[in-house]
């Protein structure tokens, strides 16, 4: 089935530093869709793409959707404590209905104070 | 609101054990989704639905069967339990209303199959 290449699979930064992590794929996707996931929790969602090209930020984070439609990034200003925890990518290749996504293998992230 | 809830929070069975995990929402909403989460690997779509009544296979099924007997549930089965199934299993519920529908996830269901 479709993966997605997610990647760094983990980081270890002090708190302050900027972050950046990315998702790369072998198909196009219509959507791609980055979640955080804290221990015992479900998936939230962080930011949402559904254009090429789209640069969309929350907040300190920015996620870009690739103009190929093959790749994202997600970049993380100036990290804090509570950012700690699990960013997944996911891509959807429907435009509409039931959103099958494909999810990356997930970036651990942890910070030093 | 409670958003989406699932039943049990753990739980531990035996090879050839039969289970059905619970999950519940109260928004409304018309798609849900059942996935597996395995460490180094992302979540993965099993069995997914559009609406009351309706089911629908994801990447990995087999061993798995479902029902959406009323909107708000959508109950994940298995039949025979065996090892590999040993996971973690979240359960999300979107509006349905196309290419800007947003999952919301449950809080996992961790399953150990001995």
């Known amino acids: 089935g479709q993966q997605l290449n997610q990647s760094p699979q983990s980081m270890f930064i002090q708190e302050g530093e900027d972050v950046s992590m990315n998702c790369t794929s072998s198909?196009?996707?219509?959507?791609w869709l980055w979640y955080k996931q804290d221990p015992g929790e479900g998936p939230v969602l962080l930011i949402a793409l559904y254009k090429a090209g789209e640069l969309t930020s929350n907040g300190r984070l920015t996620a870009q959707f690739g103009i190929t439609r093959k790749d994202s990034f997600l970049n993380i200003s100036a990290s804090i404590p509570s950012d700690v925890g699990i960013y997944f990518c996911a891509g959807s290749g429907r435009p509409g209905g039931a959103q099958k996504l494909v999810f990356g293998q997930g970036t651990r992230l942890t910070i030093n104070p | 609101n409670a958003g989406v809830t699932q039943t049990p929070k753990f739980r531990v069975l035996k090879t050839g054990q039969s289970m059905t995990l619970l999950c519940a929402q109260d928004m409304n909403h018309e798609y849900m989704y059942w996935y597996r989460q395995d460490p180094g690997m992302g979540l993965r779509l099993i069995h997914y639905s559009v609406g009351e009544g309706t089911t629908a296979k994801g990447e990995v099924p087999d061993g798995y069967n479902v029902s959406r007997l009323k909107k708000q549930n959508f109950l994940l089965g298995l039949e025979s339990a065996a090892p590999s199934q040993t996971s973690v299993y979240f359960c999300?519920?979107?509006?349905?209303?196309?290419?800007?529908?947003?999952?919301?996830f449950g809080p996992g269901t961790r399953l150990t199959v001995l």
């Open positions: 999300a519920s979107s509006y349905g209303t196309g290419a800007t529908d947003t999952q919301y």
């Open positions: 198909s196009i996707f219509n959507t």
